[in-house]
């Protein structure tokens, strides 16, 4: 009889000599009685996805939160074109950035439909208290794209541009205002919620308006005419709605951190979710200030100085925000270094909360000094934008990590899924997790 040997190769061991050549398993000289050389170590290569049972687990355990990850992408890629301090090779690598980023969030949407046509589950996806607030990171994601076309591609004199990126702002505006409008909707319908289980992430899906409507201002820069005093007035409007729900929100989620405490541990990092509205909002309302300074005293010659007032107010609203800005910013980094004394945090999807708000922070910063002309905006825009890089390269290692071995694809049964809120950062509460927000390990 012939013996079948199975071999388990979800973990290779590789027996490596001080020289770095491969050398016989240790174990197998010592049955000779040899003795395995003191400069030999073990090498472990795993295959990818082995935490998963089968490769149908990577469509359905994606969850639209992976859309941050290219928010953040996008975010750090376009701070380093557009950094304060312009060098050429940062501009390059803020092109590589956004092209990577192009094809991540070509390769999330695949696997997002893949999953909606296979499982035919969005109905509970957006009845699902956690899932349904990542909704809004879909047209997020693309108004970022939109952006880094227009701002990267435009110089080339690349004529379809300007032409693709209003039809793309388009398809944004209309996927935000249906998440601005419905997703708020089934909270208050059909979800469960208390004030001690309010998370930040209600934020995502109420900002996507004051994101388009910074796009917006971004595309108007290249069209002119009515269709770019259109595009205008449409940026104002869906501002100005995102901005003011995001504030009643804001101050419900402060009210919740003074009652309860912080949240727990692997949700720490949602505190910096409402930087993300303040620093957009104060982003984009300049940037309108500029454009409504450039088109309406032609558009609207009989408004006098409509152009300038705007122009004025749009600046100093934004130093305002950007103000209120500084103390979240802080507030946050307190909050993480507290909870990071008090014990190890453990790495999740939620990480990618630190990107895109501080990125928008640091183009506020950088917006003000090119309206301004202040040195100090300009310093601190460059210090933020380096930090969002360095973070962006932190964050994006342990996702690449932790996604080649399933750990953030782990599917799980959204009926059987709960509203994961942390009450305190020293709490010993378990909470169930969605697959792409379950904790990995502690960084």
């Given at each position: 009889m012939l013996s079948t040997a199975v071999t388990d190769y979800s973990e290779i061991t590789?027996?490596?000599?001080?020289?770095?050549?491969?050398?016989?398993?240790?174990?197998?000289?010592?049955?000779?009685?040899?003795?395995?050389?003191?400069?030999t170590k073990k090498r472990h290569i795993h295959r990818p996805m082995r935490k998963l049972e089968s490769s149908s687990d990577v469509v359905r355990g994606f969850s639209p939160a992976w859309f941050t990850v290219a928010m953040g992408t996008g975010s750090t890629g376009t701070l380093l074109y557009n950094f304060p301090y312009r060098w050429a090779p940062l501009e390059y690598i803020g092109m590589g950035i956004a092209l990577f980023n192009l094809f991540l969030y070509v390769l999330f949407t695949v696997l997002f439909i893949w999953r909606l046509v296979r499982y035919r589950d969005f109905y509970r996806i957006l009845?699902?208290?956690?899932?349904?607030?990542?909704?809004?990171?879909?047209?997020?994601?693309?108004?970022?794209?939109?952006?880094?076309?227009?701002?990267?591609?435009?110089?080339?004199?690349?004529?379809?541009?300007?032409?693709?990126?209003?039809?793309?702002?388009?398809?944004?505006?209309?996927?935000?205002?249906?998440?601005?409008?419905?997703?708020?909707?089934?909270?208050?319908?059909?979800?469960?919620?208390?004030?001690?289980?309010?998370?930040?992430?209600?934020?995502?899906?109420?900002?996507?308006?004051?994101?388009?409507?910074?796009?917006?201002?971004?595309?108007?820069?290249?069209?002119?005419?009515?269709?770019a005093t259109a595009i205008l007035f449409i940026s104002y409007v869906l501002w100005a709605m995102g901005v003011g729900l995001s504030m009643m929100i804001i101050v419900v989620y402060l009210i919740r951190l003074t009652l309860f405490n912080l949240p727990s541990k692997d949700a720490i990092v949602s505190v910096f979710l409402p930087l993300g509205p303040l620093g957009q909002s104060s982003y984009g309302i300049q940037l309108l200030g500029e454009q409504a300074l450039r088109l309406l005293p032609e558009a609207l010659p009989h408004i006098n100085y409509l152009g300038d007032v705007l122009y004025s107010t749009g600046f100093f609203m934004g130093l305002l925000i950007w103000s209120l800005a500084i103390w979240w910013f802080f507030h946050a980094?307190?909050?993480?270094?507290?909870?990071?004394?008090?014990?190890?945090?453990?790495?999740?999807?939620?990480?990618?909360?630190?990107?895109?708000?501080?990125?928008?922070?640091?183009?506020?910063?950088?917006?003000?000094?090119?309206?301004?002309?202040?040195?100090?905006?300009?310093?601190?825009?460059?210090?933020?934008?380096?930090?969002?890089?360095?973070?962006?390269?932190?964050?994006?290692?342990?996702?690449?990590?932790?996604?080649?071995?399933?750990e953030l694809l782990k599917p799980a049964t959204i009926d059987q899924l709960e509203l994961q809120h942390g009450t305190s950062s020293s709490g010993d509460e378990e909470h169930l997790h969605d697959g792409p927000n379950e904790p990995l390990q502690s960084a």
């Open positions: 590789l027996t490596v000599g001080s020289r770095g050549f491969p050398e016989p398993d240790s174990s197998a000289s010592s049955v000779h009685g040899g003795i395995a050389d003191a400069g009845l699902h208290p956690q899932m349904s607030m990542a909704l809004g990171t879909i047209p997020m994601g693309l108004c970022i794209i939109i952006g880094s076309l227009t701002f990267m591609l435009t110089p080339y004199g690349v004529r379809w541009i300007p032409t693709l990126v209003l039809v793309l702002w388009c398809i944004a505006v209309l996927l935000s205002v249906l998440s601005y409008l419905v997703i708020p909707f089934t909270v208050i319908s059909h979800q469960k919620h208390t004030l001690e289980n309010v998370n930040a992430t209600l934020l995502l899906p109420v900002v996507t308006t004051v994101v388009a409507a910074s796009t917006g201002a971004i595309i108007c820069s290249v069209h002119d005419g009515s269709a980094s307190y909050s993480m270094v507290y909870t990071r004394v008090h014990g190890r945090v453990p790495f999740n999807l939620g990480w990618w909360a630190l990107i895109f708000p501080v990125g928008t922070f640091a183009s506020s910063s950088s917006a003000l000094w090119t309206i301004s002309r202040y040195t100090a905006f300009r310093v601190l825009g460059a210090i933020l934008s380096s930090l969002v890089l360095v973070m962006w390269i932190l964050v994006m290692g342990n996702t690449i990590r932790y996604a080649w071995t399933g």
